[in-house]
């Protein structure tokens, strides 16, 4: 294998690993705070919001509102302890 080569293999395993790391700390534990995050990253007003048992996981299903007047359901998977 090329250098060149191996340096990008090595660079995208790399960055793959990283943002599966990452994804624990961005699973909101409580509904306020993930409805909070969800309204900032949409900006958008939340709608509504409540936790949903799906199988053995909790579901925070946050409804928002955003400014051009479209409305999205965000999903978001309870962080267990």
Do not use: N, W, Y
Request: proline share 1%; glycine share 4%.
């Amino acid at each position: 294998m090329r250098d060149g080569m191996r340096k990008r293999l090595t660079l995208i395993i790399f960055t793959c690993l990283l943002a599966m790391a990452a994804q624990p700390a961005a699973l909101a534990q409580s509904l306020d705070e993930a409805a909070r995050k969800a309204a900032k990253q949409h900006d958008a007003k939340v709608l509504s919001a409540r936790t949903v048992q799906e199988g053995k996981q909790r579901v925070h299903v946050i409804k928002l509102l955003t400014r051009k007047g479209v409305v999205k359901t965000v999903r978001v998977t309870v962080r267990e302890r």
